[in-house]
Structures are given as structure tokens and as C-alpha cells.
Antibody, heavy 117, light 110 residues
Framework: QITLKESGPTLVKPTQTLTLTCTFSGFSFSSFGGGVAWIRQPPGKALEWLALIYWDGDKRFSPSLKNRLTITKDTSKNQVVLTMTSMDPVDTATYYC?????????WGQGTLVTVSS | QSVLTQPPSVSAAPGQKVTISCSGSSSNVGNNDVSWYQQVPGTAPKLLIGDNNKRPSGIPDRFSASKSGTSATLGITGLQTGDEADYYCGTWDTILRAWVFGGGTKLTVL
């Protein structure tokens, strides 16, 4: 059974850095040829892809956010970590991690992050 | 403003068929696989149709997808009240070098 779960702060202040962790089970980077992505969804709005890290460490970033994003993986812990700098109220959203194989085939439950002073 | 264009809403009666369109360009829909996701309000998106039009196990064949040129379509037959959800299309954009999603379509089963 494949599961993913996001963890991190629910509230961050403007200008702070957000760090989110995706912990997954049921697959491993070493035996999987795909990647793990971060996707967010502001309240009442559409999905927005942020970043993805492949099994071999290759990374992709949203062009509009790449200067603010870092994505890393810890293969031994089955974790993927996203950091986003200079948080702003417009970054308030539910942040999802998802496995990327032939599509985003498994998703975490999401974590709502509110940016407010 | 989403890169992929979907109608904001569609509706149909139980048992009927509905289609949801996803319009893009040659840099995304026209030359890359399109996937479709269902999101019941308050829950995470769920993959309905993956790349190469494959349905994950557990997804009924009432859900189907097609593509023509720079437009993709999700079809749902035998509508059920449980199909009420938001539906998103997604694909890779070769020029943007990014995964892109449509703005989402809210399906109402009357």
C-alpha cells in the first residue's frame, strides 16, 4: 500500500521560510524510476505544481517560483523536503506531495499552510 | 490564469453522460500525455486517467479520456451522485518546462 503524508507548520509569518516534509511508504526511490512532487492549492483555487525530485536526484522547479524553492530527498528515510523562502500571504494554500510515475498517481492528504502575521 | 483551459462547471442528470474539455497548445496537450484528476471537496486529488489513457486499478470504465490536437476530453458515463467533484487535467509543458494543470471543472449531478 502506497501512502504519502505531509508534515510541517500550519502557520508561518510573512518573510519566513517554510519547510515541509513528505514521508512516504510502499515504494522507495531505489526501486522506483519516478519522482516525488509538491503541488499546492490556494483555498477555492486550482492546483499549482511547485517542484519535483526524481529517484536519481534530478530536480524540476516551477519557473515562477524556482528562485524561492529547494527540494531534497533522504532515500534512507523515504522523505522529500521542500523549502520555500520569503513566504507571503498569497502563498496560503494546501500543500500536497504526490508520487510521479506515469502521472501523479498517489497523493498525500495535504497540509494547510496559512501565512499571516 | 491557468495554462490549460477547462469550463468552470458542467452538469447533467444521474445516468447521463458528460464531457469535460481541456484546451491547451502544441507545447503541452498537443505533444504530451494528459492525465485527469478527481477532487471531492475537502479531500486530496485522485488520479482518474493516467498518461497513455490508462485507468488505475479501481477506477471504473465509466471514466474515459481522449485527445485531438491541442484539446483533451474526459468523458463520464452513467453519472452518479458520487461523481460530484472538481475535475482537473494536467500535462507537461515543453516550453515552460513545468507540469501544468487546468483551472478545474465543477461537476454537478442534478
Amino acid at each position: 500500500q502506497i501512502t504519502l503524508k505531509e508534515s510541517g507548520p500550519t502557520l508561518v509569518k510573512p518573510t519566513q521560510t517554510l519547510t515541509l516534509t513528505c514521508t512516504f511508504s510502499g515504494f522507495s526511490f531505489s526501486s522506483f524510476g519516478g519522482g516525488v512532487a509538491w503541488i499546492r492549492q490556494p483555498p477555492g483555487k486550482a492546483l499549482e505544481w511547485l517542484a519535483l525530485i526524481y529517484w536519481d536526484g534530478d530536480k524540476r522547479f516551477s519557473p515562477s517560483l524556482k528562485n524561492r524553492l529547494t527540494i531534497t530527498k533522504d532515500t534512507s528515510k523515504n522523505q522529500v523536503v521542500l523549502t520555500m523562502t520569503s513566504m507571503d500571504p498569497v502563498d496560503t494554500a494546501t500543500y500536497y506531495c504526490a508520487r510521479r510515475d506515469m502521472a501523479f498517481d498517489y497523493w498525500g492528504q495535504g497540509t494547510l499552510v496559512t501565512v499571516s502575521s | 490564469q491557468s495554462v490549460l483551459t477547462q469550463p468552470p462547471s458542467v452538469s447533467a442528470a444521474p445516468g447521463q453522460k458528460v464531457t469535460i474539455s481541456c484546451s491547451g497548445s502544441s507545447s503541452n496537450v498537443g505533444n504530451n500525455d494528459v492525465s485527469w484528476y478527481q477532487q471531492v471537496p475537502g479531500t486530496a486529488p485522485k488520479l482518474l486517467i493516467g498518461d497513455n489513457n490508462k485507468r488505475p486499478s479501481g477506477i471504473p470504465d465509466r471514466f474515459s479520456a481522449s485527445k485531438s490536437g491541442t484539446s483533451a476530453t474526459l468523458g463520464i458515463t452513467g453519472l452518479q451522485t458520487g461523481d460530484e467533484a472538481d475535475y482537473y487535467c494536467g500535462t507537461w509543458d515543453t516550453i515552460l518546462r513545468a507540469w501544468v494543470f487546468g483551472g478545474g471543472t465543477k461537476l454537478t449531478v442534478l
